[in-house]
């Protein structure tokens, strides 16, 4: 099956620090990458959508200028999570699909901010 | 708003216990039901997709089936190695969104 790399998969930092999150589609072109985010013995509650040379959709409630998403090619997005506090604990999970197939998933990022 | 439900929340199996996991749903325009299994710390391993009421697609000891309000995965004399979460999901119609469901945790007892 498609093959997605997430990295790094556990990050611990202070709060106050950006973190970034890098997702990789490593045998086939990603037109489209999401971003989830999960809490324990949640379900995965979608951030937003990444297509490949424009700007990202969130979803409601999710701000923009906390999350940056950069999707730079059409096997790379990025997640920075910037100037991280406590609530911003959890697991990060993307995923990546091209022309409508399923979506193939990362392993996700725990990050603790400390 | 989309909804998707799974039960039970928790399933507790002896080895060659067979049994179904439900996921009923309700969305504006369903393009796919898809079912995704889940490992402790790992994300999602894409397991099947159906598209209309009556499919059905079977994978090893797995069978999901789609009817037009619910959604059933039918775990066949189970194994240990099949405990994970089981996750459903919804795509849209009009875009390539999933909404996923809670999930339901399976654990096989050898």
């Known amino acids: 099956g498609a093959v997605v790399s997430q990295h790094p998969s556990w990050v611990i930092c202070k709060s106050g620090t950006s973190v970034k999150i890098e997702c990789r589609s490593l045998?086939?072109?990603?037109?489209?990458m999401f971003w989830y985010r999960q809490f324990p013995k949640q379900s995965l509650m979608l951030m937003a959508t990444?297509?490949?040379?424009?700007?990202?959709?969130?979803e409601q409630g999710v701000e923009k200028d906390k999350f940056l998403i950069n999707h730079a090619s059409l096997t790379l997005s990025t997640l920075t999570v910037t100037s991280a506090h406590p609530e911003d604990s959890s697991f990060y999970i993307c995923?990546?699909?091209?022309?409508?197939?399923?979506?193939?998933f990362g392993d996700g990022t725990r990050l603790s901010i400390l | 708003e989309d909804q998707v439900t799974q039960s039970p929340e928790a399933l507790r199996l002896q080895e060659g216990e067979s049994s179904s996991l439900n996921c009923s749903y309700t969305?504006?325009?369903?393009?796919?039901l898809f079912w995704y299994r889940q490992d402790p710390g790992k994300g999602p391993e894409f397991l099947f997709t159906?598209?209309?009421a009556g499919e059905e697609k079977e994978k090893e000891r797995l069978k999901a089936t789609l009817t037009k309000k619910e959604s059933f995965l039918h775990i066949t004399a189970p194994k240990p190695e099949d405990s994970a979460t089981y996750l459903c999901?919804?795509?849209?119609?009009?875009?390539?969104?999933?909404?996923f469901g809670a999930g339901t945790t399976v654990t096989v007892r050898a």
């Open positions: 995923s990546a699909t091209r022309d409508g197939q399923p979506q193939h």
């Open positions: 045998d086939f072109q990603a037109t489209t």
């Open positions: 990444s297509n490949e040379g424009s700007k990202a959709t969130y």
């Open positions: 969305v504006s325009g369903l393009r796919g």
């Open positions: 159906l598209y209309s």
């Open positions: 999901a919804v795509q849209h119609l009009n875009d390539y969104k999933l909404s």
